[in-house]
Each structure stands twice: as C-alpha cells, then as structure tokens.
C-alpha cells in the first residue's frame, strides 16, 4: 500500500508562516505526498511555489466552524478557484443541520454547482465528532445527493477527529462515486492503514513524513 498517494500533506495551524507553505510544498515533492492542503490566505503563494510540479493545491472553506453565510463561502471558494486552489473543503453548516433547516443542502447543493462549474472538487467537512451515527448516515446521503465529490470527517479542531468506525459507516452510507476523506489525529503509520482499509481514499493529516517514513526526519 502506498501511502503517501492518499496523503493530503496538511497545514491549517493558526500561526503558520510562509516558511511553513514553502517547505509543505518541498516535503509533499520530496515523499510524493498526493497534495497539500492550506489555508485560503496562502493559497497563491502555495500554487506559486508549486509551479508545474504535479501536486494537488487544496484549501478550506466555512473554516474550522462551518456557519459563515452561504455566499461568504461561496466568494471564499471563486476566490480560492482564481488563487490556484484544485480542491475546496468545505465546513458543511452543522448548526443549520442540528436545526433540521433544509437549506443545509442547498448550501451544498451551491458549493458543489460553483466548484463543478470550473472543474475543481468539492468536499463537504461533516464534523463527526459531533455527530450521532444516525446523523452522519444522513449527512452522507444529503452531502451525495447535493453533489458533493467527497465526504470528509473532520476540521482537525473539534474534540475529536477521524475513527475507523466512522469511516466503516461512511463507506456503507455513501455511493461508490463519492469519496472518503479521513482527517483529524491521524499520525500513525497503523492508524492510517486502518483508516484506508475501512474505506478512506483520502487522508488529511500534518504528519504525514512521519507515517510514510517513520524515521526520517523534516528538511529544517
């Protein structure tokens, strides 16, 4: 199993530098990292510093609590397209979803339009530390019936992020067309092979040199 071909190389910290997105880029190059994942502001540096190098640019939308407006997130996502960004992930609205408000699909129904529209992928973020099983098989089915390319776990800031269970479940609830993202905590070689195993075909995580080479340390 190749790992570092699911591995989306990830840094949202709130104090990171430009130093941190050059030296994602150099580390995703440096172990075949599938792509990289940053926050919107450093988008246009992280395409810049990536050039013709085959490196997936993603970056997060609605982030890390999910209940900005609508059209802030679309804005977000057109000005992340026109930043470089291939991949948008999206904080679904889980306080419109708690509510049991139908335009919670709508959102995503939107976000999924703008994002297909210019050819990137869209990924709905349920948070599924804060969800009942139940809840998250109805997130599966609203995020797939809105369009949606993936279904990921988790923000990395909730109490607590991807589980094999989780992803077990998320797998049964979601057609094939639709995939996986496993994220939050994962920083183990065994975690992440279970994680896949269950299902996930994407995994987002900062530590991903140390679960492709446990050995091996960071360029400084």
Known sequence: MHLAAYIEHTNLSPVLTIHDIDQLVVEAHQFHFLGICVPPFWVKRAKWEIGSEKILLVTVVGFPFGYAMTETKLDEIMRA????????????????????????????????????????????????????????VMACKMCADAGADFVKTSTGFASSGAKVEHI?????????????????????????????????????????????????????
């Open 81 to 136: 397209i026109d930043n470089g960004a291939d991949e948008l992930d999206v904080v679904w609205n889980i306080s419109s979803f708690k509510t049991g408000i139908p335009w919670t699909k709508i959102e995503i129904a939107k976000c999924s339009k703008l994002a297909h529209n210019h050819q990137k992928i869209l990924k709905v973020i349920i948070e599924s530390a804060y969800l009942s099983d139940q809840e998250i």
């Open 168 to 220: 077990k479940l998320m797998k049964a609830s979601l057609p094939l067309s639709v995939g996986i993202k496993a994220s939050g905590g994962i920083k183990t070689l065994e975690q992440t092979r279970q994680l896949v195993a269950a299902g996930a075909t994407r995994i987002g995580t900062s530590s991903g040199i140390k679960i492709v080479q446990p050995n091996t340390t960071p360029n400084p």
